[in-house]
């Protein structure tokens, strides 16, 4: 019988200094997680939806394993959109989680997958 299940990184992401003084509303330290679908903000703290914007392609790349090769799985360190704001923001694994594929998708897993290949 097939395994029905796969794994996930949750993710943290943290405002870092750069090497400009920050233009937008972040604060060093401010941060959220990722954790499958959702997002959580820590300690409701604000976060630039422009920032965000510019995260948020990359996070569930960053979720799935990675071949070492790849530089999803390397380059960490994230500016901000604005290029006059010196923010940066560092992704990292905190943890993983086993999903069901069944409680995450209704459509059905191919006998054959030819996506993957
Ligand atoms: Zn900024």
Known sequence: MEDSSFVLYDLKVEVIEGDKPFVCSHQLGDAFEVRGENLH????RPFSLYA???LL???PAKQRPLNRLDWMATDHIIACPDP??????????IGKQTFKRSETTIVP????????E
């Not at 903000?41 to 409701?44: I, T, V, Y």
């Not at 897993?109 to 993957?116: C, E, S």
């Open 109 to 116: 897993l191919p006998d054959k997958n030819d996506w993957i």
């Open 57 to 59: 392609p990359l996070l």
């Open 84 to 93: 006059h704001c010196g923010a940066r923001f560092k992704i990292s694994r």
């Open 41 to 44: 903000f820590k300690n409701d």
């Open 52 to 54: 965000l914007a510019a």
